[in-house]
């Protein structure tokens, strides 16, 4: 018999703690700059409701197959529900036996928050102790979870239009009383205060100027994932240390980096390094005087890092549940 474990978002949250999540994308970093896996570029599938994306992996380090699918609708607003769903499944890479499958949404959020943590352990300053972050939706939490894992921030400010950073402040002080959080009006000031800073958004124009962010200060740009999305000027990425997760991914999606390059202002010759290069130290980490800019795609291979990981720990606590598949049979 096949039996196949499920785990839903509970039991992501507790078999993915942020630390443990941020060590499976450094190993994925590492596997993907050692040349260990396998990712064909993400297939989108149109319809007339939506699109479909198709995003397959292997790592032959660790012996996995994956593939996340993930549903954007957005005529799902209108019916009440998510606009975006998802699922995870894990293969071994071995028998091809489906192993587990996952909630997508949250281990997306999960690992997402968790290279956004690597990032800032790798570039930012050990002594970084304010955090403002751009954005206050879904993935906000968890971005923010990632830095709180990697350095000693005592003091984060929540942007974003309307009452929504209000509430996530709030929400998040409620859990927490390390630390300050807080929903500021006055933009420019707390970029200016800011030792890290996480954008976030879908924003189609720079979210603050450029001469505001401070020498010394890491950016991580998650939000914007199409070529005519920018959360930071074309200014700013020329006074940058460039970072991507993969150049092939960036040079199609990350909007920034694409219209500086259109601009003249920047050039994909500049681009410093990938980030698993840093990981695997094949190129020197940058010093801190200047800025640090780590631009998000998301990769396939982190969302298999995360699986594998989850489901290491869910195997020995028992976590999700075992469904079973029926016998495995012959078929073509």
Known sequence: MANIRVLSA???????????????????????????????????????????LFMPAADRSTRRVGQ????????????????IHALVTLFDGE???????????????????AVSGLATDLLARPECRTLTIFGAGAQAPAQIDAICAVR?????????????????????????????YHAPSHVARAVQSADIIVAVTSSREPLFKSEW?????????VGAFRPDMQEVDAQLIAQSTVIVDQREAAQVE????????????????????????????HVPLPDHNGITYFKSCGLAIQDLAAASAALEVAEAEGLGQLIEMGPLTQSR
């Open 10 to 52: 509970a039991d992501l949250r507790r078999a993915l703690p942020m630390p443990r999540a941020i060590a499976a994308m450094r190993h994925a970093f590492s596997a993907l700059d050692a040349g260990d896996v396998a990712m064909p570029v993400r297939v989108a599938l149109p319809s007339a409701e939506g699109t479909t």
């Open 68 to 83: 996340k699918v993930v549903t954007v609708f957005g005529g799902n607003l209108a019916r009440g529900l998510p606009t």
């Open 95 to 113: 028998t091809g036996e489906p192993l587990a499958l996952f909630e997508g949404a949250t281990l997306t959020q999960l690992r997402t928050g």
């Open 152 to 180: 000693p921030i005592e003091r984060i400010n929540v942007i974003s239009r309307g009452p929504s950073a209000q509430r996530l402040a709030e929400r998040l002080q409620s859990t927490d009383s390390q630390r300050a």
């Open 213 to 221: 962010v401070q020498p010394g200060s890491h950016i991580n740009g």
């Open 254 to 281: 990350a909007g920034e980096l694409i219209i500086a390059a259109e601009r003249g202002s920047w050039s994909w010759d500049c681009l410093y390094a990938e980030l698993g290069a840093l990981v695997n130290g």
